[in-house]
């Protein structure tokens, strides 16, 4: 059964970077070509993809973020990391980390979600 | 970029009765890219349907999806009290970005 688990700062102030990783057990980031991505939710709202990463290190950015958004991953780690710079109290969420089987698949494992406050 | 847009906003049914929740492209899918997820408060949203119709693993019967082109149907059966949740519909078809509708809040009547 594939896990993933967000973790990072719960509070980030104006102007500043949030980062964030996400870690999976039950699969391996560099056998099989899955993609894993990113998706928000502002409080009492829907849902955000924001950028998608393959085990071979292909990145999908969202032409919204595409500024301001990179990703990374940590084959060794079973880990993908999450920085937005800049960053706004627009950009307080439940971040989620999500997996999909290819760049045209569903999200169809998720994280429990971590909530990132942006304020001074 | 595709807008998905879900009707209606809130729906209000009982247990046992039938849901049927739209989902309208502002553009023409492939339905092999079309899903649909379930959020219940506090929880990850989970993936019900890809490629319009096909259940994912462990979902029940009683949910269904059909539809082709711009047009997407999500219908419940025999609602059970679980059921009453948020649905969102999205597109994997034409990205970046990946695009999600606004949902569909599922409520008690």
């Known amino acids: 059964q594939v896990q993933l688990q967000e973790s990072g700062p719960g509070l980030v102030k104006p102007s500043e970077t949030l980062s964030l990783t996400c870690t999976f057990s039950?699969?391996?980031?560099?056998?099989?070509?899955?993609?894993w991505g990113w998706i928000r939710q502002p409080p009492g709202k829907g849902l955000e993809w924001i950028a998608s990463?393959?085990?071979?290190?292909?990145?999908i950015y969202n032409p919204s973020f595409k500024s301001r958004v990179s990703m990374s991953a940590d084959t060794s780690n079973n880990q993908f990391s999450l920085h937005l710079n800049s960053v706004t109290v627009a950009d307080t969420a439940v971040y989620y980390c999500a997996r999909h089987r290819s760049s045209r698949s569903p999200f169809d494992y998720w994280g429990q979600g971590t909530l990132v406050t942006v304020s001074s | 970029e595709v807008v998905l847009t879900q009707s209606p906003g809130t729906l209000s049914l009982s247990p046992g009765e039938r849901a049927t929740l739209s989902c309208r492209a502002s553009?023409?899918?492939?339905?092999?890219?079309l899903a649909w997820y379930q959020q219940k408060p506090g929880q990850a949203p989970r993936l019900l349907i890809y490629a319009a119709s096909t259940r994912a693993t462990g979902i029940p019967d009683r949910f269904s999806g059909s539809g082709s082109g711009t047009d997407f149907i999500l219908t419940i059966n025999r609602l059970e009290p679980e059921d009453f949740a948020v649905y969102y519909c999205?597109?994997?078809?034409?990205?970046?970005?990946?695009?999600f509708g606004q949902g569909t809040k599922l409520e008690i009547k």
């Open positions: 553009r023409s899918i492939s339905s092999s890219y």
């Open positions: 999205q597109q994997y078809s034409t990205f970046p970005p990946k695009t």
């Open positions: 990463i393959s085990d071979g290190g292909t990145t």
């Open positions: 039950g699969d391996s980031i560099s056998v099989n070509n899955y993609y």
